[in-house]
């Protein structure tokens, strides 16, 4: 069965270090979306993609935040300068063209900033 | 703006017994998605159950099943003969035309044997 993939699974960084997280959506799919799960709280979006350019973004998705999809399968998030609040379960998804089902989700990296 | 209100942060439920989780949402849009997801101590997002706004009939997938109730903003997650491994996190959301999920803040479900 097709599934969202993430890389890596765990991250571990210094404040003010940039980090990248990558994923690899569902191969037909054409919306991607990062969202993110600080520790005990609720999911919450960060960014929608479709057609090779951002379709919305939360207030959270700030100047620190850029993502990208270099080629035609990676799907990537980059935190420019990571502060200790960045610190959370970032989670990828993805959704076929059509509208209203479901959005299927990678298994996350924890990231961890120290 | 959309918003989903999970009102039970906890709940216990016997092994073999039906449950049910609430969940409330807001939206102005006619047009919506409604979503539940089980997240377990692994931390990963299952995708269990869907219903669309306009759907006449309530959605069921095996052991789960929801309780629409559109005029009532209720759509509540049902999950019948509970087992030990649905012991997890369970996240109500919905989704409009823009796509994006609002997630509500879950309900941590703990089936005891």
């Known amino acids: 069965e097709p599934e969202v993939t993430q890389t890596p699974s765990h991250q571990v960084t210094q404040m003010g270090q940039e980090v990248i997280l990558r994923c690899v959506p569902i191969?037909?799919?054409?919306?991607f979306y990062w969202y993110r799960q600080i520790l005990g709280q609720k999911v919450e979006f960060l960014v929608s993609f479709y057609n090779n350019e951002i379709s919305e973004k939360s207030e959270i998705f700030d100047d620190q935040f850029s993502v990208e999809r270099p080629d035609g399968s990676n799907f990537t998030l980059k935190i420019r300068s990571t502060k200790l609040e960045d610190s959370a379960m970032y989670f990828c998804a993805s959704s076929p063209p059509l509208g209203g089902t479901e959005a299927f989700f990678g298994q996350g990296t924890r990231l961890t900033v120290v | 703006a959309q918003k989903i209100t999970q009102t039970q942060p906890g709940m216990f439920v016997q092994e073999k017994e039906a449950v049910t989780l609430d969940c409330t949402y807001d939206t102005s849009d006619p047009s919506y998605g409604l979503f539940w997801y089980k997240q377990p101590s692994s931390g990963e997002m299952i995708f269990l159950i869907y219903q669309g706004s306009y759907d006449q009939q309530n959605a069921t997938e095996g052991r789960y099943s929801l309780n629409f109730q559109k005029a009532r903003k209720s759509a509540n997650l049902v999950i019948s003969a509970s087992q030990l491994g649905d012991s997890a996190m369970y996240f109500c959301a919905i989704n409009t035309g823009r796509r994006a999920l609002t997630f509500g803040s879950g309900t941590r479900l703990q089936v005891q044997p």
């Open positions: 191969s037909n799919h054409l919306y």
